[in-house]
């Protein structure tokens, strides 16, 4: 059975604070890994990441991929209260393009 | 804007009576997606469409359907929801095969009473 595991499920930090958040799977036939922000709404595109040790930035948040220990981290400088959102990362498996999410990291950022 | 839009945003239905949400993009996408997100829990699958090829998760209920009349529409059916459906229902599509994002529409949030 495919598990895609998000950690911390929450966390709570200061603005200026930086975060990493973590995602590891065991997936069969994996293809991509991706990483969404969810707010109140539904989740907004953050990064994909199809190939190891290769670093996406975008601002203040960067995520990398490690295929061989099959994890991937989100890291998020310089924190804002704007950052505050639950943080999903998905797992993109088989060529039918099935993704499967992990539960989320909640993240708070206090003024 | 090219997008994935959702209709209806908020839907309230009454136990056991049928609703259809409705989904529609203007992407050209091949391939189209529901999933199902209860309060507090990652967005499950329910099925999606390969250009008009069916495919549906081995775990989701009979109760839900889904239809695609063509490449822009796609709809899901309860057909007779229970007061364990609320949830929001997100619809998303994405271009073909292989590690292409998925891009999601704001969600239709059912109520059933």
């Known amino acids: 059975e495919d598990k895609v595991v998000q950690s911390p499920l929450s966390l709570v930090v200061h603005e200026g604070d930086t975060v990493t958040l973590n995602c590891s799977y065991e997936?069969?036939?994996?293809?991509?890994l991706l990483w969404y922000k969810q707010e109140k709404k539904a989740p907004t595109f953050l990064f994909m990441l199809?190939?190891?040790?290769i670093e996406k930035k975008s601002g203040r948040l960067s995520s990398i991929l490690d295929k061989k220990e099959l994890f991937s981290i989100l890291n998020i400088t310089a924190t804002q209260t704007g950052d505050s959102a639950v943080y999903l990362c998905?797992?993109?498996?088989?060529?039918?393009?099935?993704?499967?999410f992990g539960a989320g990291t909640r993240l708070t950022v206090k003024p | 804007d090219a997008m994935v839009i959702q209709n209806p945003r908020y839907q309230v239905t009454q136990f056991g009576k049928p609703v259809t949400l409705s989904c529609s993009q203007t992407?050209?996408?091949?391939?189209m997606y529901w999933y199902q997100q209860k309060s507090s829990q990652a967005p499950k699958l329910l099925f999606h469409?390969?250009?008009?090829?069916?495919?549906n998760e081995a775990d989701t209920p009979d109760n839900f359907q889904s239809r695609r009349p063509n490449t822009s529409f796609c709809f899901l059916d309860i057909r007779s929801p229970g007061l364990g459906d609320a949830a929001m229902y997100l619809c998303?599509?994405?271009?073909?095969?292989?590690?292409?994002?998925?891009?999601f529409g704001p969600g239709t949030r059912l109520t059933v009473l």
């Open positions: 998303a599509t994405s271009m073909g095969q292989g590690i292409n994002e998925q891009f």
């Open positions: 997936v069969t036939n994996f293809r991509s």
């Open positions: 199809t190939s190891s040790g």
């Open positions: 998905a797992v993109v498996v088989d060529n039918n393009n099935d993704m499967r």
């Open positions: 992407l050209n996408h091949n391939v």
């Open positions: 469409y390969y250009d008009k090829d069916f495919n």
